[in-house]
Nanobody, 124 residues
Framework: QVQLVESGGGLVQAGGSLRLSCAYSGRTFSSYAMGWFRRAPGKEREFVAGFSRTGATTYYADSVKDRFTISRDNAKNAVYLQMNSLKPEDTAIYYC?????????????????WGQGTQVTVSS
């Protein structure tokens, strides 16, 4: 059974940094494209960052471009999200997930399963 466990969230002041981790188990990790999503209070889950199955291509939401960096370590079955220059509007629960469709997508419905997420709170 596929499982994902996110960690690394916390409370940080605006302008600060956090590094999120996602531990993946249950299947051959390297065969999946992965993504990070977030859900802010009262809002829908939205795409943040992702990379292709091979890891050769990364893509980001405009709101986090040039501030966030996604990476993976296949040997450790882990995905990371380095978040710099954090803003209060980045406050959300952050989730990682594997893409379940073969084509490029940023839709939450094309990803899964979902872990419990990790809370990121940015104070002003």
């Amino acid at each position: 059974q596929v499982q994902l466990v996110e960690s690394g969230g916390g409370l940080v002041q605006a302008g600060g940094s956090l590094r999120l981790s996602c531990a993946y188990s249950g299947r051959t990790f390297s065969s999946y494209a992965m993504g990070w999503f977030r859900r802010a209070p009262g809002k829908e889950r939205e795409f943040v960052a992702g990379f292709s199955r091979t890891g050769a291509t990364t893509y980001y939401a405009d709101s986090v471009k040039d501030r966030f960096t996604i990476s993976r370590d296949n040997a450790k079955n882990a995905v990371y999200l380095q978040m710099n220059s954090l803003k209060p509007e980045d406050t959300a629960i952050y989730y990682c997930a594997a893409r379940t469709v073969p084509h490029y997508s940023v839709l939450p419905t094309d990803f899964g399963p979902w872990g419990q997420g990790t809370q990121v709170t940015v104070s002003s």
